[in-house]
């Protein structure tokens, strides 16, 4: 098979049903649906979000905090997210590296191209952490920055809900799943992907975005083998 992915976690995912801080059983799943894609020769990268911890955006929203600085601190969120994300995988038997956009020599390895991707042939996880390393970029641009920089084959965003639908699944019982979308429909108001610089990105360089369910067991390898039943993709 030998495919590169990246996997894009929210924050939020990892704290479980507290809704704040980290849940270490939740790491550990994540950890063991990532090891089946290792096992399966599929090279890793993954990129997390940090709204678990905090948000840049809410953190600057009565302006005591300047959103530079707000943004700053949500970098460092997804980077504590990043160890513990390389702990879990460790944890099971798996190598993994962390790499950060902001310089932090006794935590991580500074993001390096060819070192990101050296790591990747030798089957370990690379965790990109601190954004883009610089403020008003979203996660999920980072995340698609990355898998361009490391010649993904795709980005999986791994979400609550099993693809993108036209309306909200949740508030609207008639919303329908849309499977196959084009990059300009990902980019209309209703319909949340990813942010919009996100999706550009991902256009610009013809790469395909897919949306799935991070809590249906196996469904990670079951996209990269090409069973897209569960997930909507953008292409």
Do not use: W
Request: glycine share 8%; hydrophobic share 45%.
């Amino acid at each position: 098979m030998g495919k590169r992915v990246l996997v894009k976690f929210s924050g939020e995912a990892l704290a479980g049903e507290s809704g704040y801080g980290i849940d270490t059983q939740v790491l550990a799943y994540i950890a063991n649906e990532i090891k089946q894609l290792i096992d399966n020769n599929v090279e890793v990268g993954i990129v997390i979000g940090g709204g678990n911890i905090i948000r840049g955006v809410s953190a600057a929203a009565d302006g005591i905090i300047k959103r530079t600085s707000g943004d700053y601190m949500g970098m460092l969120a997804t980077v504590v997210n990043g160890i513990a994300m390389q702990e879990a995988l460790e944890h099971i038997g798996l190598e993994a590296r962390l790499q950060t956009a902001i310089k932090m020599e006794q935590i991580a390895e500074s993001f390096i191209v060819r070192r990101a991707k050296r790591h990747l042939e030798k089957k370990r996880v690379v965790i990109f952490a601190a954004g883009t390393g610089n403020p008003f970029f979203t996660t999920d641009t980072a995340a698609t920055l990355r898998a361009v920089e490391i010649e993904a084959s795709m980005i999986i965003k791994a979400t609550k809900v099993d693809g993108v639908y036209d309306k909200d699944p949740i508030r609207y019982a008639d919303a329908i799943k849309l499977d196959v979308l084009s990059y300009d429909e990902a980019l209309k108001d209703h319909i949340k992907v990813m942010d919009d610089t996100a999706i550009a990105l991902a256009k610009d360089n013809k790469l395909p975005i897919v949306i799935a369910n991070m809590n249906e067991k196996g469904n990670l390898l079951s996209i990269i083998n090409g069973d897209y039943t569960k997930c909507s993709i953008v292409k």
